[in-house]
């Protein structure tokens, strides 16, 4: 079979993203000829490292075909890989020498992003005490506050908040809307249990604005540009982490009646700037991220808090659930943070970092 060579690659995971092979030939085909870069899409399973060759879906401007290629110099990570070999994989494809990996880890610890987050002033109002779940900071937490949230560190799924509420002498356990009761002499015990041994955060609760009969969140979807600037893909009022049930995002586009669409559009300006800071902040930390995911909540008063940071792969199914629009710009986006940086490639690896933070 003949060999390809290709300018960019982009990685898909072949289970869990069938539906977004078509959204990746339909947009990246007429930028493949306008550009005149060869592309190729491929799972992770489809690398031979050995032979330092990719099967996969080859695009050239409008001929798409299966073929094999070498391994491109830019590649675009667009899946969340939870099996050791496939890590693996990705852990020794993003040591190789001539080939930059954008997206190479895309699963945060959600206390080391919280603790550098609370290092920037500016960020204060938008983030609420956290630490990570130990037995000392239970304690302290039980004795501290009425209410506090329980999300996983790190996570394959999308995250699931647990929230504890102090009422007299027992505690209220809430996974979405269902609660149970525990003794405050057992909640030690409980929430060790419900945990399983993995590592979790600890936020301090707050009084909940709700969507109709859920809590509000808001989630932002951050991307890397053309310029090598984060840029705001889509912003999407949604439910999912407070609620056992996701909504349809073309479902809670309009949130419901506590709040208007003005409203909305007030608080999505706030979170547009409040998200890209955060992300220009991260570069200084977390090499070649092309693409981050940032969930907030609201108070009663209407404050905005961040409750969660991603990426976008945290959702495998994220891009079929877009909107056309959302798509059309998460793709483009993509292939020309890719063009940027192959116009930039005198530079080496760790120079493409530092212009990141332009």
């Not at 060759?53 to 675009?76: A, L, R």
């Not at 027992?170 to 525990?182: M, T, V």
């Not at 063009?339 to 933070?357: I, Q, R, T």
Request: proline share 4%.
């Amino acid at each position: 079979m003949q060999n390809y060579t290709a300018d960019f690659g982009f990685i898909y995971n072949d289970k869990r993203q069938q539906k977004l092979i078509s959204h990746l030939i339909t947009q990246l085909m007429p930028l493949s000829m306008e550009h005149k870069r060869k592309i190729v899409l491929f799972p992770i399973e489809n690398l031979d490292l050995d032979g330092a060759i990719i099967s996969g879906t080859i695009i050239e401007g409008n001929n798409v075909h299966k073929g094999q290629c070498d391994i491109p110099p830019f590649i675009y990570n667009l899946a969340l890989h939870s099996i050791a070999d496939k890590m693996d994989k990705m852990r020794s494809l993003r040591k190789m020498e001539n080939t930059l990996i954008i997206n190479p880890i895309n699963r945060f610890i959600q206390g080391i992003i919280f603790e550098m987050l609370s290092s920037l002033t500016d960020l204060q109002p938008y983030l609420l005490p956290a630490v990570s779940l130990n037995t000392t900071t239970l304690m302290d937490y039980l004795d501290k506050y009425d209410s506090f949230f329980i999300l996983p560190e790190k996570s394959f799924h999308k995250p699931k908040a647990v929230t504890i509420k102090k009422n007299h002498d027992e505690y209220i356990i809430y996974i979405g809307a269902n609660g149970q009761r525990c003794k405050k002499e057992d909640i030690l015990s409980y929430i060790k249990k419900m945990t399983h041994k993995k590592n979790h955060l600890l936020i301090k609760g707050i009084d909940r604005l709700n969507n109709g009969e859920v809590p509000l969140e808001m989630k932002i979807f951050l991307q890397k540009n053309w310029e090598a600037k984060w840029s705001i893909t889509a912003t999407i009022a949604n439910q999912g982490i407070f609620s056992r049930y996701e909504s349809p995002f073309e479902k809670t586009r309009y949130p419901s009646n506590n709040l208007c669409i003005e409203e909305i559009e007030d608080y999505t300006n706030c979170l547009d700037a409040v998200s890209k800071q955060i992300g220009r902040f991260l570069d200084y930390y977390i090499p070649f991220v092309g693409s981050l995911t940032f969930d907030f909540i609201f108070d009663d008063t209407r404050s905005p808090y961040l409750i969660y940071v991603s990426g976008f792969e945290q959702d495998q199914n994220i891009i079929g659930q877009m909107d056309s629009e959302s798509q059309i710009n998460l793709l483009q986006n993509a292939f020309y943070y890719l063009l940027f940086l192959m116009n930039n490639s005198g530079m080496e690896k760790g120079a493409h970092h530092e212009l990141d933070k332009s």
